[in-house]
């Protein structure tokens, strides 16, 4: 099973930008699915954004226009690009692959 390794995150204040990057252990040119989920306190971990292999993308409404989800199949990596953050984009954001295969989360905290 392909492991994953999220970094990227930390403090920034409203209105700043981080880039997620998710590390893979092995190929993900074959997974159909890569995803970013999010977990604040006291909340159910959420789909944030998705990408297929064949480029299809999903954004989760509230993020739609700040955040860019996006994947690069020979260095085994995938991006999350954040604009504009606001307070409540803070959480623990997760990398999954093909929907079973989790990272251990990257703390991001959007604050002034």
């Known amino acids: 099973q392909v492991q994953l390794v999220e970094s990227g995150g930390g403090l920034v204040q409203p209105g700043g930008s981080l880039k997620l990057s998710c590390a893979a252990s092995?190929?993900?040119?074959?997974?159909?699915?890569m995803g970013w989920y999010r977990q604040a306190p006291g909340k159910e971990r959420e789909l944030v954004a998705s990408?297929?292999?064949?480029?299809?993308?999903y954004y989760k409404n509230s993020v739609k226009g700040r955040f860019t989800i996006s994947r690069d199949n020979a260095e085994n990596t995938v991006y999350l690009q954040m604009n504009s953050l606001k307070p409540e984009d803070t959480a623990v954001y997760y990398c999954?692959?093909?929907?079973?295969?989790w990272g251990r989360g990257s703390q991001v905290t959007v604050s002034s």
């Open positions: 990408i297929s292999s064949r480029g299809n993308i």
């Open positions: 999954n692959a093909a929907g079973n295969c």
């Open positions: 092995g190929s993900i040119s074959g997974t159909l699915f």
